[in-house]
């Protein structure tokens, strides 16, 4: 199962990626975390420390080779096996959890993210049910990756919002072009709602634009603490969002 999880800026997907990705490690899960955006946060939502982060290098360019195809024209693929790039090039978040970043940027003006893009897209691709591995994929936000299709080999895209129309836009945006993409489950998650009334714009709107919402998630304060200290949410003290996080994952079956 290869899982990505995208949606407006700021809505959640980050610490949705990062709850998912321990819950299924603590349920015996190898889960191989993908962080496909180019301010890399998943790492510290995971749990690793800072100094392991700052020296974690994205996948290098040499995970692809450039291979000719008839009529003269050239794509790239993957020089290696998937399992043999997470080897290489993953940080060992645990015993169940790998990372691998896209691509950090080191400089100002230092160019466009697209070599990134095409080496989670590769890689997204090169990984078999015979790995035995759940990859969580954390997006960028917004809608770049699906127009690079960066997502186009992931089986499931779940997309988060929050209760307010431009995050729900913005779901519906990307739940049209990952159609087009072909990716063969689309759902949507609410993130951060305050009471009833969120819940019900939210439904209201996923109704209208067939939007599957397969998940609801609090506003909880213990995200807000974790984050403050840089620490991930504690999955011991089972919180509104951890409690939500898992039932999703009933839900979606993973
Ligand atoms: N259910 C929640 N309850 C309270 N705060 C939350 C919840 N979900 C996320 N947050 C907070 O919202 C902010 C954004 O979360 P997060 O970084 O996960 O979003 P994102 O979609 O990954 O953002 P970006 O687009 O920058 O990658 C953070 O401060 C996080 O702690
Ligand atoms: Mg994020």
């Given at each position: ?23 299924l490690a ?5 889960v191989w975390?993908?962080d496909?955006d180019?301010?890399p946060?998943?790492?510290v939502?995971?749990?690793?420390a ?13 995970i692809?080779?450039e291979v ?8 790239m693929?993957l020089a290696?096996?998937?399992r043999?790039v ?22 100002a003006?230092?160019?466009?993210a697209?070599?990134?893009?095409a080496?989670v ?17 954390d ?6 990756h ?8 992931v089986d ?6 929050e ?15 990952a159609?087009?993409?072909g990716?063969?489950?689309?759902v ?5 709602f305050?009471g009833e009334?969120d819940l019900?714009a939210?439904?209201?709107?996923a109704?209208?634009?067939g ?10 304060e ?10 991930p949410?504690r ?10 996080v898992?039932?999703?994952?009933g839900?979606?079956?993973?």
């Amino acid at each position: 199962m290869k899982i990505a999880i995208a949606g407006k800026g700021g809505s959640g997907k980050t610490t949705i990626a990062g709850i998912l990705t321990r819950l299924l490690a603590e349920r015996g899960q190898n889960v191989w975390a993908i962080d496909a955006d180019s301010n890399p946060n998943f790492g510290v939502t995971l749990g690793v420390a800072q100094d392991t982060m700052k020296s974690a290098k994205p996948m290098p360019a040499s995970i692809l080779k450039e291979v000719a195809l008839e009529g003269g024209k050239t794509a790239m693929q993957l020089a290696m096996p998937a399992r043999q790039v997470a080897q290489e090039f993953g940080t060992r978040v645990s015993d169940r959890v790998t990372l691998l970043g896209m691509h950090t940027i080191e400089h100002a003006g230092a160019g466009c993210a697209c070599g990134g893009h095409a080496r989670v897209r590769n890689l997204l691709s090169g990984i078999l049910k015979e790995e035995g591995v759940v990859t969580v994929v954390d997006m960028e936000a917004g809608l770049e990756h699906l127009s690079r299709g960066t997502d186009r080999h992931v089986d499931m895209l779940l997309l988060v919002t929050e209760p307010y129309f431009k995050a729900l836009e913005t779901a519906r945006r990307a739940a049209e072009l990952a159609r087009e993409l072909g990716i063969p489950r689309i759902v949507a998650v609410a993130n951060k709602f305050r009471g009833e009334d969120d819940l019900a714009a939210i439904r209201n709107y996923a109704d209208k634009h067939g939007l599957e919402i397969v998940g609801e998630i609090p506003y909880d304060e213990e995200i807000q603490r974790a984050d403050l200290a840089a620490e991930p949410p504690r999955l011991d003290v089972e919180s509104a969002a951890v409690s939500s996080v898992r039932k999703l994952i009933g839900r979606l079956e993973i």
